[in-house]
């Protein structure tokens, strides 16, 4: 499996690695074999939520911007309705770890054979099932709060929002008690190529993380890709000290 991770930093540059993920992470056999724990992502949901607005709030005014990085022609629906207007100039590390993985994904499904699975580790407010150009075919699963989630998915339909023809886009909870299943029950299979995208999940502790780590290389073939943006707190871990050395 390769890893591209986009590390919060004063930089503008996006940062790009590859490596195996046992190397970050090795895994026992018995955490192979975990359920994934989600039990912090119920202690403090409303905290959870304000952290998702405020990063949508940055992907609007992002969008705003006379020459943004991208472009979300959804993300309004999803704010509040006296939101500030106002364009702000300066570039946000969060947008830039935005592009870079829209950039990186879109590359890596057209180049990768037979890579039609797609799971995103979010918050509940990602739009990229509506606002990418999907292949045919491709299998979009969302694993993130299932409050936050559906009052999202609600607002994007309202407004219009469709997924591309011929793809399919279906929603696990991040509070089921095994991921791993509900997973294979809708359709995943850990037999073929999958790409998956970590942004906004909420993680509190470096054992969240490395549960999510788990989750992956369970499921993962090899010649899979696991690529997103590292937490600010995570980066002074010993695993986002590892990634921002190589």
Sequence with gaps: MKI????????????ATSMQLQWLFP?????????????????DDGRFLRAAMDRASLRFH?????????????IRCLLPSDIQMDVIQSLHQ????????DDKLLSIIEKADGLNQVVLLTD?????????NWPASTLLFDISPD????????????????????????????????????LRSKGFNGARPSL??????????????????DLVSSLAMKGCFFLGELPSWLVETEIGIKVSKL
Excluded at 28 to 36: A, D, E, L, Y
Excluded at 94 to 101: G, P, S
Excluded at 152 to 163: C, F, M, T
Aim: charged share 25%.
């Design 27 to 43: 895994a026992s056999k018995k955490r192979r074999n975990q359920v994934f724990n989600c039990k912090l992502v119920k202690e």
């Design 4 to 15: 591209f991770l986009r590390l919060p930093q004063a930089t503008a540059t996006p940062f």
């Design 196 to 213: 998956w995208i970590f942004q906004g999940f909420p993680t509190m502790t470096l054992a969240n993380f490395k549960d999510v780590l």
């Design 94 to 101: 969060h947008c830039l770890a935005t592009k870079f993985i």
């Design 124 to 132: 509940g407010m990602d739009t990229r099932p509506y606002r990418l």
């Design 147 to 182: 409050r936050v989630f559906r009052s999202s998915i609600q607002k994007l339909e309202d407004v219009g929002a469709k997924i591309p023809r011929r793809c399919l886009f279906l929603h696990v909870p991040s509070e089921t008690s095994d991921i791993q299943q509900v």
């Design 62 to 74: 992002e969008t705003l911007r006379p020459d943004p990085l991208f472009t979300d022609p959804y």
